[in-house]
């Protein structure tokens, strides 16, 4: 069985850094289409940065420089660095891809696999 597992979350204050990972477990071969979110305590969730096949990426406007997308194929695993946090970045942060994986010896995607998420809190 496959999992996305966020890591990294934490209370830290204004200006300081953190960096999120996604570690995806089980016989993984590829892992794309890559999506990190947030949701805000009584707010919906938003979109925070995306990796899809080739490498392109996007922000949303309130992350772009201060947020980066990346991954390591060797580790199976995606990061989100987020540096100069603000108090409005706090929110539960959850990773979604899709996951190509290995079973009986048969391949097959799992699309949309989401992480339990993880908490960042930002304090001023």
């Known amino acids: 069985q496959v999992h996305l597992v966020e890591s990294g979350g934490g209370l830290v204050r204004a200006g300081e850094s953190l960096r999120l990972s996604c570690a995806a477990s089980?016989?993984?071969?590829?892992?794309?289409?890559i999506v990190w979110f947030r949701q805000a305590a009584g707010k919906q969730r938003e979109l925070v940065a995306g990796l899809v096949s080739g490498g392109r990426t996007n922000y949303a406007d309130s992350v772009k420089g201060r947020f980066t997308i990346s991954r390591d194929n060797a580790k199976n695993t995606v990061y989100l660095q987020m540096n100069s946090l603000k108090p409005e970045d706090t929110a539960v942060y959850y990773c979604?891809?899709?996951?190509?994986?290995?079973?009986?010896?048969?391949?097959?995607?799992?699309?949309?696999?989401w992480g339990q998420g993880t908490q960042v809190t930002v304090s001023s």
């Open positions: 979604k891809a899709d996951v190509l994986v290995v079973a009986g010896g048969t391949e097959r995607w799992e699309f949309d696999l």
């Open positions: 089980g016989n993984i071969l590829s892992i794309n289409n």
